[in-house]
C-alpha cells in the first residue's frame, strides 16, 4: 500500500494504545496461572499482540476479548500438548520470551517465523537452553525446540536483548527446583526487566536479585491477582509526543501513566531538553511547540524511541548525535540505515555511522517519495515528518504500520492531517 501525507501541523488529543511491552508479559503470566484473569485495556490488534496470543493459545490457554477487556483462561500443565506449532509473524518478542517457557514445559514446539525475524539473532539464549536440557534447531523459517529444561545456573550478558533475560525469568518458576540467572557485564534496558519483575509480582512471584544475580524458586505458582490494568504504550506515544513538538503541534495523549516502569517514558525528559513543553494533566500529556534543540542522546536503553527522535532533530538546531545504537540494526529493518534513508529522501542532513546517527538540524524539510522498509516504526516516522515538510511524503510499503498500531492511519486523520491511499 503506497500512501500520500499532505503537509500540515498535527493537532488534537489521541488515546494511546495499551502497552505492548506490558501485555506481552500480563499475557504470558496470566497464562501460566492458577485461575482465570481479567486484562483491562483499550482493544488492541497489533500483529505482535496477537502472535503471542495465538503462541499461548496454541499451548492449551483460552483468550477471549469481553467487553474490550482480555478475558485469559490459563493452560493446564496437566495435559499439555505433546507437540506444538507456534506462529510467532514477525515478534521478536512473542519467540524470545515464549521459547524458554516452552522448553520449561518441556514441549516440543516449531516456532514459525516470517519477515526478517529468521535473521534476528536468538543467541546465547538459544546455548543456555541447550546447556540446560534442551535441543534446538532450525528447519527453514521455523525454529524447533524439543526436552525438557532443567534447573541450575544460567549466565547472559547484560547487553544482550532484555528479551531474553525476560524469557528466563518467566520460565525459571516453572522448573522443580531453584534456579539462578546472572547478568554478566553492564546491563541495558533495565527498565524493561524491571518491568518484568512487576509482572511476575502481580502473579505473585518474588524474584530476588543482588550484584546482577536473580534468584527464582523453583516449583512456583502464578496466582492470578483476577484483574489486571494495562498501561498505555510509551514507545507508540512517542511518535504523537514528538508530532507535537513539531511546527505547530499540540497533542494530548490520554491514558499514559506518569510513574510507568516503561523505559521509553524518557522520552519527556528527552523532549524537554529538546525544547518542547510538556503538561501532565492526571493521565494525560500535553506537548506542544516550543524552540527545538539538539541533543545527546544514547539509545542503548530506549532503541525504539530513535526513528521518533531522529524526525524531530532533523528540524532542531544545532548537531544531534545518537550513540549506542547498534542494536538497531537487528529490528524489523536495519533502521539505523532506515532512518538515515528515509529522512535524507525528505532533505534531512543525517549521516548513519556504525553505531549513531550525526542529525544536522534545519529549518524545513522538502517531502518526496520515501519506503517503510517493513518496518512500522519507520512508517510512523515518515508519517509525522510530514508536519515539518514543504511538500506531500508518499510512503510505499504504509501496511507496515499493522505489526504494532493498525489504527495509526485513522487516528492521524483525526489530527486533521489529509491522506490518500493508493494500492501498491
Known amino acids: 500500500m503506497t500512501r500520500t501525507i499532505f503537509p500540515s501541523p498535527i493537532r488534537g488529543e489521541v488515546t494511546i494504545l495499551p502497552s505492548k511491552s506490558h501485555l506481552h508479559r500480563l499475557l504470558i503470566c496470566a497464562a501460566l496461572a492458577d485461575r482465570d484473569s481479567v486484562l483491562r ?22 483468550i477471549t476479548r469481553v467487553e474490550g477487556n482480555l478475558h485469559v483462561r490459563p493452560l493446564k500443565r496437566d495435559c499439555l500438548p505433546k507437540h506444538c506449532i507456534l506462529p510467532c509473524g514477525e515478534s521478536g518478542s512473542t519467540l524470545r520470551f515464549l521459547l524458554p517457557v516452552v522448553c520449561a514445559l518441556g514441549v516440543q514446539g516449531e516456532f514459525q517465523l516470517e519477515g526478517r525475524l529468521p535473521q534476528r539473532p536468538i ?9 540446560h536440557g534442551c535441543r534446538l534447531w532450525r528447519e527453514g523459517n521455523t525454529l524447533c525446540c524439543e526436552g525438557q529444561l532443567t534447573p541450575g545456573d544460567f549466565t547472559l550478558p547484560g547487553n544482550v536483548s532484555s528479551q531474553y ?30 518491568m518484568t519483575i512487576d509482572a511476575l509480582k502481580a502473579f505473585s512471584l518474588e524474584v530476588s536479585c543482588h550484584n546482577l544475580t536473580y534468584g527464582i524458586s523453583g516449583g512456583a505458582s502464578f496466582r492470578s491477582p483476577g484483574e489486571v490494568v494495562v498501561e498505555g504504550d510509551w514507545s507508540n506515544a512517542a511518535f504523537w509526543l514528538c508530532a507535537g513538538a513539531l511546527p505547530g503541534g499540540a497533542i494530548r495523549c490520554r491514558g499514559l501513566h506518569p510513574k510507568s516502569r516503561q523505559g521509553d517514558k524518557a522520552i519527556c525528559e528527552i523532549l524537554e531538553a529538546m525544547g518542547a513543553h510538556l503538561v501532565w494533566e492526571d493521565q494525560n500529556l500535553l506537548v506542544f511547540e516550543g524552540t527545538r534543540q539538539a541533543v545527546e542522546i544514547d539509545a542503548s536503553p ?31 529493518s536495519d533502521r539505523l540505515f532506515a532512518v538515515t534513508q528515509t529522512l535524507r529522501s525528505l532533505g534531512a542532513q543525517i549521516t548513519e555511522e556504525t553505531d549513531a546517527l550525526r542529525i544536522s538540524g534545519i529549518p524545513q524539510l522538502q517531502g518526496g517519495p ?55
Open 41 to 62: 485495556c483499550e482493544e488492541t490488534d497489533a500483529e505482535d499482540v496477537l502472535a503471542t496470543m495465538r503462541c499461548l493459545t496454541a499451548l492449551g490457554s483460552v
Open 123 to 131: 543467541a546465547p539464549l538459544d546455548q543456555q537452553l541447550m546447556e
Open 165 to 194: 533475560i525476560s524469557g528466563l525469568l518467566f520460565a525459571l518458576p516453572l522448573l522443580a527446583s531453584p534456579s539462578t540467572l546472572s547478568l554478566e557485564g553492564n546491563l541495558e534496558s533495565a527498565d524493561y526487566i524491571a
Open 302 to 332: 530506549i532503541p525504539d524511541l530513535v526513528p521518533a527522535l531522529s524526525c524531530l532533530a532533523a528540524v532542531s538546531e544545532g548537531e544531534t548525535f545518537i550513540k549506542n545504537a547498534g542494536r538497531l540494526r537487528l529490528k524489523e
Open 370 to 424: 520515501v519506503d517503510a522498509w517493513g518496518d512500522h516504526r519507520i512508517a510512523m516516522m515518515a508519517a509525522i515528518a510530514t508536519a515539518a515538510c514543504r511538500h506531500p511524503v508518499t510512503i510505499s510499503g504504509a501496511e507496515a504500520v499493522r505489526k504494532s498500531y493498525p489504527a495509526f492511519w485513522t487516528v492521524l486523520s483525526t489530527l486533521g492531517v489529509a491522506q490518500k491511499e493508493e494500492p501498491q
